[in-house]
Nanobody, 125 residues
Framework: QVQPVESGGGSVQAGGSLRLSCVVS????????VGWFRQAPGKEREPVAI????????VYADSVKGRFTISQDNSKATTFLQMNALVADDTAMYYC??????????????????WGQGIQVAVSS
């Protein structure tokens, strides 16, 4: 069973930074798309950033471009979301999701079958 596990959330003042981590335990040879999503109170869940572990290709939502960076470690088991210049609108529950497959590219419209429990990020202005 593929179960993403998130860590690293918390509270920060506007302008600050946080780094989220997501561990997706699969075979080292498994390629996959790993994505970060967020859902603010009263809003729909939205994609934030997605990485393709095979080609290390990355896509970002317009709202986070230039501020957030998605990356993976050398083992491709852990995916990070570095969030800089945080603003109050970034406050949300953040979810990590995974989809196995030999993809060369994972667009923001990628659907994911495996989801983490979510982790809270709160930005105070």
């Amino acid at each position: 069973q593929v179960q993403p596990v998130e860590s690293g959330g918390g509270s920060v003042q506007a302008g600050g930074s946080l780094r989220l981590s997501c561990v997706v335990s699969t075979s080292p040879n498994d390629n996959k798309c790993v994505g970060w999503f967020r859902q603010a109170p009263g809003k729909e869940r939205e994609p934030v950033a997605i990485i393709n572990t095979r080609g290390n290709r990355k896509v970002y939502a317009d709202s986070v471009k230039g501020r957030f960076t998605i990356s993976q470690d050398n083992s491709k088991a852990t995916t990070f979301l570095q969030m800089n210049a945080l603003v109050a609108d970034d406050t949300a529950m953040y979810y990590c999701a995974a989809r196995l497959g030999d993809f060369w590219y994972c667009p923001l419209t990628t659907t994911f079958p495996f989801w983490g429990q979510g982790i809270q990020v709160a930005v105070s202005s």
